[in-house]
């Protein structure tokens, strides 16, 4: 609860560049899982055979498995988030004008667009794969596959790999909590206030913007309220990832759609290198998906 409101107040009350200042250093807490990668025992050797040469599987539980990785790396609500974001910027900046509008400021956006996405999604899948390789090497070697909550998986961690990883790996959780609360709760309040038109924004003050805070808000009370309900907080996760993977490809589609039509990106339509990858990426989440459907009618 105290987590609850903290993350509401800040979004709520503070300013939008100061606030945005204390994600970005909060993005260290994610730093954690790998400093865990090397307290515990790992054998890299086999870490880096796996890498290479995967032990791939068509069967259910596998394929889940994907489709949920790939849901929380191309999530239907990071596009909302990184969206609105942009706006923000836009509006925080007293110079900045949109793209369409000033396209002599096209070169500088899209050099920091693009650096920030190439460091972003680097960092974020790096830390994923350590949190792969420190829960394998530590929890999944000693039998421990039931895990329930955040809170047993840190302590699972003591009993195995001792009290400095716990310590270390509860710090990732409760900096990564922190990080994703307002990305999931100001995505909905973007995504809500676009279709019902709303006065929408972190950088807007409270009353400019009622609706669109109280959906935050809002978000943050049915969070805090399934703590005390008897929903597994690690399986409603868990298929709240697959079900991103799944809802991604349409959104993706669309995407790929929007932005290569003139009279909507104006000049900024994408290049073709983009455009193959962007439907690479789309053909691949697509069929994964469609794996993961077949293997539940097998």
Known sequence: MLFAVLSAGLQIFTRYARYVSILKWGCLALFSYVICAFVVHVSWGQVAWAIVWPPLSFKADYLMAVVA?????????????QAGNEVEETKEDAVARPLTRAPEQAGGEFT?????????????????????????????????????TSAQAAGALRAVAGPLTFAVF??????????ALPALAGSAAYALGETFSWHVGLARLPLRAKAFYATIAVGMVLG????FTPIDPIKALYWSAVLN????????????????????????????SLQILGWLATVTMAATVVAMVASWLE
């Open 170 to 179: 509860a710090a990732g959780i409760i900096g990564t909590g922190m990080l």
């Open 245 to 272: 993977g799944v809802v991604a490809v349409p959104v993706m589609v669309t995407m790929m759609l929007l932005t290569m039509r003139r009279a909507i990106m104006a000049e900024f339509t994408l290049p073709l």
């Open 224 to 227: 805090v309220a399934l703590n």
């Open 69 to 81: 990785v790939f849901g929380t790396t191309i999530s239907p609500y990071l596009f909302f988030w």
């Open 112 to 148: 920091r667009i693009r650096i920030d996405t190439y460091i972003g999604m680097g960092i974020s899948n790096l830390v994923a794969l350590f949190i792969v390789i420190t829960t394998a090497a530590t929890l999944n070697a000693t039998g421990v596959t039931d895990i329930q």
